[in-house]
């Protein structure tokens, strides 16, 4: 049997996934989950290869993506100037870091009732969600 270290490096996360689906599946069989109130293994892998077969949802994905990467970016073009600022300079420190440490003290979803009333429900709430966490 070949050691663990020249395993290519899909396999371990592969099994711990296909344990799982076992163990799910065998907690199904013995009653301890519901099987009214919880799909089993197969059920579950058709709908995901449905979902992926389905255009729309590449397209979601697609958008969640590039959604996530211009909110870190412009969370990365806020972010790095002000902290090189901070860091040089002393007084911008001392005034920014409290606002900033009460920021980055309240979780993104806590903000999003402000942030939905002040921009509205909106791709620009989504963004400011994603750059304000990634500009800390």
Known sequence: MPPIRNLPRYIPPLVTLIALAL???LLRLLGVLSAQLTPGVIDTSYALLRLIADRAF?????????????GVGVGA???????????LNPWANR?????????RALPAVAMFPAL?????IGESTKLV????????
């Open 95 to 103: 005034s920014a870091i409290p606002v900033i440490d009460f920021l």
């Open 58 to 70: 590449l397209l979601d994905i697609g958008v969640t993506v590039a959604r996530t990467v211009v």
């Open 77 to 87: 073009v806020v972010g790095l100037p002000l902290g090189l600022v901070m860091g």
């Open 116 to 120: 939905a009333t002040l921009l509205g």
């Open 23 to 25: 163990l799910y599946a």
């Open 129 to 136: 969600l994603i750059a304000l966490p990634s500009a800390y």
